[in-house]
């Protein structure tokens, strides 16, 4: 099986977690977007979705799938998102494609969040992939600077602007051992909007995509 083989499975998997009329929440990146895809068929189950970034709003919109404002729902009983980095304990590292604020907003109203990821993503320790943080323009130099006391080595994701008109800081070199507490020391940096780090928010199911088919681990 490929890599993309793998996200396609995980996806298709995700499918038996979508609860029928309920809205749940969807994630960013080519593995939610498989997903996406895979959700067109069974749209008439569900009453909608809140998306964690416009790139998947548009996605779902061009499926006619119901996309709502998070401040129009009350409740979701499951977001369904990738990774970049997942340990044992379904801690992890999520942002690389810049959505991590929205993508976290929308894990907390979550009941239930179901990770999808092929095995390329399963670690020992956090940290290989470079920690995602977002940080209000004026904040970069000072929380960069912050960030480098804490022992990583920050690099500009230039160029490159969130949905909510912000930048990323991508920690290098960090060799996460107590993912909690980094994820709280860094929200606490003032300039800081959030973390890619998903620990106080872990996933509670994670479909691991493998050669020998998908995984499920709880
Ligand atoms: C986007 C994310 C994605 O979930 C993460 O980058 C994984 O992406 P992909 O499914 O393309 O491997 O956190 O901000």
Redesign the pocket.
Known sequence: MTQDEM?QAVAKAALDYVETGTVIGI????????FIDQLADIKHKIEGVVA??NASAERLKKHGIPVFDLNAVNEISVYI????EVNRHLH?????????TR?KIVAAVSKRFVC???ES?WVDVLGKFPL?VEVIPMARSYVARELAKLGGQPVWREGFITDNGNLILDVHNLRIMEPTKLEETINHITGVVTN?LFARRAANVLLLGTKDGVKTIK
């Open positions: 996200k994630g960013t990146g080519s593995t939610a977007n498989y964690s970034s998102d990738g990774a970049d992890l590292i999520k942002g690389g494609g810049g959505a991590l993508e999808i990821a092929d993503k995602p890619g």
